[in-house]
């Protein structure tokens, strides 16, 4: 069985936006975030998205052919999920749309033998997929920057969770890698 789970980078604050991350997240850069992102990529065997993320990462990532920062060949093998009921098509190499029925197709997907199931960026599909229970693990790659407003990872209606926190990791910089999974 698989697990599924949540790779976000936040703000302090808990802000991800990407029209925000200059101020964020680029200024908090280091060998040691890089190392921990491209780690986290070759780790999953599957990627899921909602259509937001999807339409951002698509362009960019499928447009590289020498595996640009050691990830690029493994975002366009990998197989790829987008939680969509608007997308007509999802053109990226070895991706599928899920349409309806979301939470069985996941829960689905996580009964399949594999590793991990990542869920980049993504905040409402994030937080449906909290909300019905089916989030394994978090790992949030938080930065010291507190932004004030923006896209809130972490939504209003999502339900309150207690979390179990296995590992920190801190990085140069002020980053500190946050990885919970739900109490049990």
């Known amino acids: 069985m698989r697990k599924l789970i949540?790779?976000?980078?936040?703000?302090?604050?808990?802000?991800?936006d990407a029209a925000s991350m200059g101020q964020w997240f680029a200024p908090y850069d280091s060998p040691e975030r890089q190392a921990y992102i491209a780690a986290g990529i070759m780790e999953c065997d599957a990627i899921l998205f909602g259509r937001d993320?999807?339409?951002?990462?698509?362009?960019?990532?499928?447009?590289?052919?020498?595996?640009?920062?050691?990830?690029?060949?493994?975002?366009?093998?990998?197989?790829?999920?987008?939680?969509?009921?608007t997308l007509q098509e999802a053109s990226?190499?070895?991706?599928?749309?899920?349409?309806?029925?979301?939470?069985?197709?996941?829960s689905r997907l996580k009964q399949q033998p594999g590793r991990e199931i990542q869920i980049e960026g993504s905040a409402t599909l994030i937080q449906s997929l909290t909300n019905a229970g089916l989030i394994d693990e978090y790992r949030?790659?938080?930065?010291?920057?507190?932004?004030?407003?923006?896209?809130r990872f972490f939504k209003d209606g999502t339900l309150p969770a207690g979390l179990?926190?296995?590992?920190?990791?801190?990085?140069p910089k002020g980053v500190i890698a946050l990885y919970y999974r739900k109490q049990a």
Request: no cysteine; glycine share 6%.
């Open 6 to 16: 949540v790779s976000a980078w936040i703000s302090l604050d808990g802000i991800f």
């Open 53 to 85: 993320t999807y339409q951002m990462l698509a362009p960019y990532w499928s447009s590289l052919k020498n595996n640009e920062m050691g990830v690029a060949d493994k975002l366009n093998n990998v197989q790829k999920y987008v939680v969509s009921t």
């Open 92 to 106: 990226w190499n070895n991706t599928a749309i899920i349409r309806e029925n979301v939470v069985e197709e996941i």
């Open 140 to 151: 949030l790659l938080v930065h010291p920057h507190m932004m004030g407003s923006g896209k």
């Open 164 to 171: 179990e926190l296995l590992k920190s990791e801190p990085m």
